[in-house]
């Protein structure tokens, strides 16, 4: 994950088993209702995931990458199902197991002092 300068938006990057990586724009609103239902992890057994994509220049500057405008999510046993609709392809399915979802809430909590959340109270 990358945020932009402004702090509206991550680049997410999903790195899938047998197929190309996939980069999506998340605005920073999903992020931050992401943190507030995302699971956290209690297991101090669990193995991390391998090691993501890096994001480059080139997929920051790609035109054609499409962009969340939410997301619906589904626990499953041992995974979390996120579906993405987004503006201008057809909706993103991923399914990440629990060492992932970890890997994502604690990316994006990183995050959270350069997004702008326009929601808070």
């Not at 209702?33 to 101090?44: A, E, G, M, Q």
């Not at 193995?47 to 035109?63: E, H, L």
């Not at 201008?88 to 197991?97: A, I, M, Q």
Request: with cysteine; aromatic share 6%; net charge neutral.
């Amino acid at each position: 994950m990358s945020c932009d300068r402004v702090g509206n938006l991550l680049l997410v990057k999903f790195t899938n088993k047998g197929a190309s990586d996939v980069c999506i724009h998340v605005p920073a609103s999903i992020v931050f209702w992401l943190l507030k239902h995302l699971p956290v992890n209690r297991d101090p057994q669990l193995a991390p995931p391998p090691a993501p994509s890096a994001i480059t220049q080139q997929d920051w500057d790609n035109p054609y990458t499409p962009r969340a405008q939410y997301v619906q999510c589904k626990e499953l046993r041992g995974a979390l199902r996120m579906t993405f609709v987004l503006d201008s392809r057809e909706d993103l399915t991923v399914v990440l197991d629990r060492s992932n979802v970890e890997l994502m809430r604690q990316i994006m909590v990183m995050y959270t002092k350069d997004l702008i959340d326009l929601d808070a109270q």
